[in-house]
């Protein structure tokens, strides 16, 4: 099966034209990858869903191809205010093609590298 998500769209939509109107985040609690409960995992601070789901509908929050080897999801970076900080959010389509709902699959504190991209690109914490 192809990969969806390529450098430069998802399902050959840019990512400037993706449409994300949801973010349900019960799968991932169900899978036991529940961002609020990382650091029960060794995985770093907990990101509360409120904060991760903030951070997908930043303004200025950068859509790309996560990496995964199934190409099946995209990486969001964006600014939560509630976390005060910029996260790094994985996210799922529902749908095939993608219609605009979203599984959250994890989320985690983005580190100084993806700081830097996202306020390069004109992201902001105001």
């Known amino acids: 099966m192809p990969r969806r998500a390529s450098r430069d769209a998802f399902d050959s939509v840019p990512y400037s034209d ?4 949801t973010v349900d985040w019960s799968r991932a609690r169900e899978r ?3 961002p609020a409960t990382r ?3 060794g995985g770093g601070d907990d990101v509360p869903a409120e ?6 509908f930043d303004q200025a929050a950068l ?3 996560s990496g995964s080897r199934s190409g099946e999801t995209i990486e969001v970076l964006g600014y939560s205010h509630a976390a005060r900080r ?3 959010v994985l996210l799922r389509p529902k749908d095939q093609p993608a219609t605009g709902e979203w599984w959250g699959e ?3 504190v983005a580190g100084a590298r993806f700081r830097q991209m996202y306020y390069d690109n004109g992201g902001t914490n105001e």
Do not use: F, K, N, Q
């Not at 993706?18 to 109107?21: A, D, G, K, T, Y």
């Not at 904060?51 to 997908?56: F, S």
């Open 18 to 21: 993706l449409l994300i109107e």
């Open 106 to 108: 994890t989320a985690w």
């Open 32 to 34: 036991g990858h529940d």
């Open 86 to 88: 910029v996260l790094r």
């Open 39 to 41: 650091s029960l995992r």
């Open 51 to 56: 904060h991760a789901t903030e951070a997908v």
């Open 63 to 65: 859509l790309y191809d």
